[in-house]
Nanobody, 121 residues
Framework: QVQLLESGGGSVQAGGSLRLSCAAS????????MGWFRQAPGKEREDVAR???????RYADSMKDRFTISRDKSINILYLQMNSLKPEDTAMYYC???????????????WGQGTQVTVSS
C-alpha cells in the first residue's frame, strides 16, 4: 500500500520561504506522477504543482514564479520549495500520487495527511 508522509510546514512571515517534503517509496517509480495540492479553510482544494518521473512539471499560474516542485528519486523524496510567501498561501498542503498519467484530469489515488503552512503579514 502506497503511503505518503509530508513534513516541513510551519509558520513564516510574508516574504519568507519554506520547503515541504513528501516521503514515499513510489517517487522512484517511473509510472507514478506526484503532485502538491493545498486547501485553505472554507475554500476548495487547489492544484499547486505536479511532476512526472522525467521531471516535466506543471504549476498553477499564481505559484509558478514562486514555487518549485522537485523529485529526488535517489532518496524517494518529493519537495516543494516555496519562496516569497504571501498570507494567501496559508493552507494545508497535501502530497498526492497517481499512476500512468500526470497532466490530465484523472483522479489522484493516494493522498498524504497534509502539513500546515501559515504565512503572517
Amino acid at each position: 500500500q502506497v503511503q505518503l508522509l509530508e513534513s516541513g510546514g510551519g509558520s513564516v512571515q510574508a516574504g519568507g520561504s519554506l520547503r515541504l517534503s513528501c516521503a514515499a517509496s513510489v517517487i522512484s517509480e517511473p509510472s507514478y506522477c506526484m503532485g502538491w495540492f493545498r486547501q485553505a479553510p472554507g475554500k476548495e482544494r487547489e492544484d499547486v504543482a505536479r511532476i512526472d518521473y522525467y521531471g516535466t512539471t506543471r504549476y498553477a499560474d499564481s505559484m509558478k514564479d514562486r514555487f518549485t516542485i522537485s523529485r529526488d528519486k535517489s532518496i524517494n523524496i518529493l519537495y516543494l520549495q516555496m519562496n516569497s510567501l504571501k498570507p494567501e498561501d496559508t493552507a494545508m498542503y497535501y502530497c498526492a500520487a497517481r499512476r500512468w498519467t500526470c497532466f490530465d484530469g484523472s483522479q489522484w489515488s493516494v493522498w498524504g495527511q497534509g502539513t500546515q503552512v501559515t504565512v503572517s503579514s
